[in-house]
């Protein structure tokens, strides 16, 4: 390496070596909290009781606060499923694949928004396996 480009090399370094923890502590200082669902749950009440489970591989709830629908689905701890997702659809799913109208709603364990639907199919899909877990019927009765 020539010797100019020595130079250069360490006096980029030096200048990185002090400019990159002074910009990553002001940012750390600067950052904005941000509300998660989570946050929600305290002043929440119980809507619907998800029951029964077809494989009883899960149990849920929707809660409903001043901010909007809420489920909560928590997997059992005996089942060993991975990469577990819960999808909304309006149909019923077969043994194995999702239906086509299956829509994302988020991973078990956490509070998920739920959309503003009044009927149909809660399904717990495991990405690993590329099969349906375990899945419930929903009837929300509009407020």
Known sequence: MIRTHRRRHLS???????????????????RQVVPFAENEKS???????????????????????????????????????????????????NSQALPNDARLLGIPGTLITFPDLSSGYLIVYSLAHEQVIDFVPFEVKQL
């Open 12 to 30: 980029f370094f030096v200048v990185l070596a002090v400019l990159v923890p002074v910009v990553f502590t002001w940012s750390i200082t600067r």
């Open 43 to 93: 002043a929440t009440r119980l809507i619907a009781k998800l029951d029964p489970w077809q494989k009883k591989a899960a149990t849920g709830e929707i809660l409903e606060s001043d901010t909007g629908r809420f489920l909560q689905i928590v997997l059992n701890p005996d089942s060993r499923i991975a990469d577990p997702l819960v999808y909304i659809s309006s149909q019923a799913p």
